[in-house]
Nanobody, 125 residues
């Protein structure tokens, strides 16, 4: 049985940093595409970043240069380092994994096989 458990969320002021983690069990993070999604209050969920089994990464424009997605194979954990946070980054953040590659983009939420429960990130101005 696959479990993805996010952690690391919290409340920070604008300009601050947070590092989110997604611990995987029953799934090897290097075996397929993994991604971070977020859902701001009252808005639709959006893909933020993806990482493929070859380490290639994709980011949405609004987080490029501020966020970094990475995987620690030894710990079987996916991370999202978030720097220079803005109030508009406030959202519930989720990790997702699929049994296939990313194909050079961030696949839609429904294209994944496994999802975490989310961790809240709140950025105040």
């Amino acid at each position: 049985q696959v479990h993805l458990v996010e952690s690391g969320g919290g409340s920070v002021q604008a300009g601050g940093s947070l590092r989110l983690s997604c611990a995987a069990s029953g799934y090897t993070i290097s075996s397929g595409c993994m991604a971070w999604f977020r859902q701001p209050p009252g808005k639709e969920r959006e893909g933020v970043a993806s990482i493929d089994s070859d380490g290639s990464t994709i980011y949405i424009n609004s987080v490029k240069g501020r966020f970094t997605i990475s995987g620690d194979n030894a710990k079987n954990t996916l991370s999202l380092q978030m720097n220079s946070l803005k109030p508009e980054d406030t959202a519930m953040y989720y990790c997702a994994a699929r049994n296939a590659g990313c194909a050079g983009f961030i696949p839609a939420w429904s294209r994944y096989n496994y999802w975490g429960q989310g961790t809240q990130v709140t950025v105040s101005s």
